[in-house]
């Protein structure tokens, strides 16, 4: 008997739903031909990428963590490869165990590495435009039995440009309009480095600890604009104005630290942060009466300095049919700013010195169970947060500080947040309903009483005043083999948005400022179809957003159809051909109606010498339409801004890896939503 042997191909569908989200399979399938971290994200569903950050479509901007370990931006993604990525997990509705203000997570899960010594990886890329653009990496990498010592180096240079027009109405006692027209530029020449090590004692104890430093030797930015202005159709004035910005090199530090262990069925998870940043800038705008008007320079000079702190501790353990987990969270932070202007005047910002120190105590349960094909998830944060302003007009770091407390600024919150999901088969489609409790607190700079001095027309600030925005959310998701559904309704109680409004008395100066407005909801439908089709692997994502927003009469209702379709073709010889589309049509986000705009992307890769040579071309906005255009009309201010930001470029990339283990540092970092605050 012959038997001949028999070959059985297929395509593995790289996507499955859980209570949470969704979990995609990247080792073995198409996804591992992506090229890095950052392309595989972009092909999963709900997942688009938008000017330059990873949104989760009707989530909005993830918290992401490669091997537990929260990522500082996108270019961990960057240097991350495809090939060595195991799984994505998509986390669309976090239990109570994450921060109360996050939408979404990503955890990305990479491949076990065998072997040990020195490991390196290099990558560079070279971005044109209207200027250059470059950067470089270098991670080194050293194990030896359970240490795990790892570094990195980043810089580079980047160089914008951006080409604005502003049609501004205003409709007070005097009918004024002013046409406007800016090129604004910056450069700046960045740096940052990082040194940490893990040890692993045996495969139930590891610790580990990192610090990581940022500073931009060298930041330069500007505009130059001409300005006409009108008042009662007759025209009274026209400036040129020449802002020029420096920005101050002052560091960046953070240090983070982890243990993770088990004693017998106790899984022990701890977390500690310390996170230093200072900013600040000195800004000259030197304007120039042509016709009708006064000259006059500003110099302006602004300072702020952070600080925070965090501990974490996770503990999970077995219960009857399912695990539950307890925690605590505490973070510690203050936010010192002062604002000063060399000119004096009534209609002119003066100077400002003011600080925010806030505490955050939060205490966690969820409980997770299956029971045959259903799956139960509930859980309760509670958060005390202690928020006190001081205008202090002085040294803003001495002891004095509690002589210039701000009560009526001040303010004390204690919530519960509730979460709960619950994910069944009806037939072959899975369904999972979710509802959930979370809050967006106010940016410090938001807070801050600061008033910045941007023309003699246009001021910005903060508001001391803005309180927390509390959501309370109901979220339905279907799936059914590589097609998804979701929808979810949100009910927003405080929303603060950014508004535009007279400076004081002074109806002709216009101040870009936040209020919490009227109560608000908004909806969100959407579906996803990634199927596999050969060598074609496409995935299709397309929403709606919709809010139900009234101010006084006015209605900011217009719903926004967004969408993006990414196509990998996957070419003989190892090459990867990747065509990607995204687009929205117009309509409101908050206060401004946005434009319609779309965009195509291009990318050809590949990768030589057994995978250790990566090498991509790529053109971003092919056609250049990506004009981030708006208009906002809100009190007696009619105003429109267009806008291309240069984001039609050519990027070149090559990447070698030598001798590359993954680290195996377990720390997930703590007080994460306060430091993006910071």
């Known amino acids: 008997m012959n038997l001949q042997k028999i070959v059985v191909k297929g395509h593995r569908q790289p996507f499955r739903m859980t209570s949470e989200g969704l979990v995609a399979q990247v080792e073995g399938t198409s996804l591992e031909k992506m090229g890095s971290a950052e392309d595989v994200l972009k092909h999963l569903p709900r997942v688009m990428q938008k000017n330059g950050e990873i949104e989760v479509l009707g989530k909005g901007k993830p918290l992401i963590y490669i091997d537990n370990k929260k990522i500082k931006g996108t270019i961990d993604l960057d240097r991350l490869s495809s090939s060595d990525i195991k799984h994505v997990e998509v986390i669309t509705e976090p239990g109570a165990e994450y921060d109360a203000t996050y939408q979404s997570v990503i955890r990305i899960k990479t491949t076990r590495k065998k072997g040990e010594g020195l490991g390196l990886t290099y990558r560079q890329v070279y971005q044109r435009n209207h200027q250059n653009n470059h950067r470089e990496v270098l991670d080194l990498n050293y194990r030896y039995r359970g240490l795990d010592i790892f570094s990195n180096l980043y810089g580079g240079l980047s160089q914008g440009y951006q080409d604005q027009h502003n049609d501004n109405r205003l409709y007070g006692k005097t009918l004024m309009s002013i046409d406007e027209n800016l090129i604004i530029k910056n450069k700046s020449y960045y740096t940052s480095g990082s040194l940490g090590f893990n040890y692993v004692f045996n495969d ?256 910005q600030g903060g508001n001391p005043l803005l309180k927390p925005t509390f959501e309370h959310g109901i979220g339905i998701n279907l799936g059914y083999k590589w097609f998804q559904f979701f929808a979810n309704w949100r009910y927003l109680v405080d929303p603060c948005y950014q508004v535009i409004e007279p400076y004081h008395d002074n109806e002709l100066i216009s101040m870009y400022t936040f209020r919490n407005l009227n109560h608000t909801q908004v909806c969100y439908v959407g579906l996803t179809a990634s199927p596999t089709i050969g060598w074609w692997h496409p995935t299709l994502d397309a929403g709606m957003r919709k809010q139900f927003l009234t101010i006084g009469g006015k209605a900011y209702c217009k719903p926004i159809f ?25 309509g409101h986000s908050a206060l401004p109606l946005y434009m319609a705009q779309g965009g195509v992307d291009v990318s050809l890769r590949r990768s030589f010498l057994h995978d250790r040579l990566n090498v991509i071309l790529a053109g971003n906005d092919l056609f250049a339409t990506m004009r981030n255009s708006t208009r906002l009309v809100y009190g007696t201010s009619d105003i429109y801004t267009q806008k291309y930001t240069d984001t039609r470029m050519f990027m070149c990339s090559f990447s070698y890896k030598f001798n590359v283990s993954r680290s195996k540092y377990k720390g997930t970092g703590a007080g994460n939503a306060e430091k993006s605050r910071l």
């Open 562 to 586: 967004m969408g993006s379709f990414n196509n990998a073709f996957l070419l003989p010889c190892g090459w990867t051909l990747n065509l990607d589309m995204s687009w929205n049509t117009q």
């Open 204 to 459: 139930r104890h590891s610790v580990g600890a990192t610090y990581e430093v940022n500073i931009n030797p060298y930041s330069r930015g500007g505009w130059n604009s001409l300005m006409d202005v009108w008042k009662n159709g007759s025209k009274t004035e026209s400036y040129t104005n020449d802002m020029y910005c420096r920005f101050k090199s002052r560091p960046t530090q953070d240090i983070t630290a982890y243990y993770a262990g088990q004693i017998g069925k106790v899984s022990i998870e701890w977390n500690g942060e310390i996170y230093l940043r200072k900013t600040g800038q000195t800004q000259y705008s030197e304007e120039t009466g042509i016709e009708g008007g006064d000259s006059r320079t500003i110099e302006s000079d602004f300072t702020a300095d952070s600080w925070m702190y965090a501990s974490k501790l996770v503990l999970s353990f077995p219960v009857w049919k399912g695990t539950l987990k307890i925690g605590n969270e505490f973070t510690e932070s203050c936010r010192a700013n002062l604002y000063a202007i060399d000119e004096q005047g009534t209609d002119l910002p003066g100077k400002t010195d003011d600080q925010v120190k806030e505490s955050n105590l939060a205490a966690f349960v969820s409980y997770g169970l299956r029971l045959n094909k259903v799956e139960l998830n509930a859980g309760l944060r509670y958060e005390h947060v202690s928020s006190n302003y001081y205008n202090t007009g002085g040294d803003y770091w001495s002891e004095e500080n509690k002589d210039y407390f701000v009560p009526d600024q001040s303010r004390k919150y204690d919530h519960f947040f509730p979460n709960v999901s619950l994910t069944f088969p009806i037939g072959n489609v899975k369904m999972n309903m979710v509802y959930k409790v979370t809050v967006s607190r106010p940016s410090y700079s938001q807070l801050s009483s600061n008033v910045q001095y941007n023309s003699r027309y246009y001021y």
